[in-house]
């Protein structure tokens, strides 16, 4: 669970900010788009397959 502590002079937007990237580093967006639809095995299969390809071209 992601959590931000509010300093007592910091203003707002600069907590915003630090939760936007402590949430960006978690994953939690990807994992919410990736659960947002049913994913068949195969699909599932597609996505990762795809993902290993990158990984070996970088």
Do not use: C, D
Not at 30 to 36: G, H, L
């Amino acid at each position: 669970m992601t959590q931000v502590v509010v300093g007592e002079n910091e203003g707002i937007e600069s907590a915003l900010r630090r939760f936007k990237r402590q949430v960006s580093k978690a994953g939690i967006f990807s994992e919410v788009k990736r659960r947002r639809h049913f994913e068949t095995p195969q699909e599932k299969r597609k996505r990762k397959a795809v993902a290993r390809r990158k990984k070996r071209y970088r």
